[in-house]
Nanobody, 121 residues
């Protein structure tokens, strides 16, 4: 079994910054893509950013230039640095990881429990 534990959410004023962290633990042989998704009330979950094991990144257009995703492969941890936060960024943020638990097994997707980010004055 694999667990993803997120931290770093909270309340911040518009223009402020937050840094989210997500640590994966458990039966892990390798992790391919790690990423962050978000879901606002009444809306579908949407991709925020992803990062492959080699470091290539992908961002939603709405966060390009404001958010930065990074990862520490030795710690099985992914980060999301969020700068220039806007009220529209308010949502529950979820960590995702594509994990292979053993050589020869296929990759499975795991999700964290979510951390709330609220941007308000």
């Amino acid at each position: 079994q694999v667990q993803l534990v997120e931290s770093g959410g909270g309340l911040v004023q518009p223009g402020g910054s937050l840094r989210l962290s997500c640590a994966a633990s458990g039966r892990i042989f390798s992790i391919n893509v790690m990423g962050w998704y978000r879901q606002a009330p009444g809306k579908l979950r949407e991709l925020v950013a992803t990062i492959a094991s080699g470091g290539s990144t992908n961002y939603a257009d709405s966060v390009k230039g404001r958010f930065t995703i990074s990862r520490d492969n030795a710690k099985n941890t992914v980060y999301l640095q969020m700068d220039g936060l806007e009220p529209e960024d308010t949502a529950a943020y979820y960590c995702n990881a594509a994990v292979r638990s053993s050589p020869g097994l296929k990759t499975y997707d795991y999700w964290g429990q979510g951390t709330q980010v609220t941007v308000s004055s």
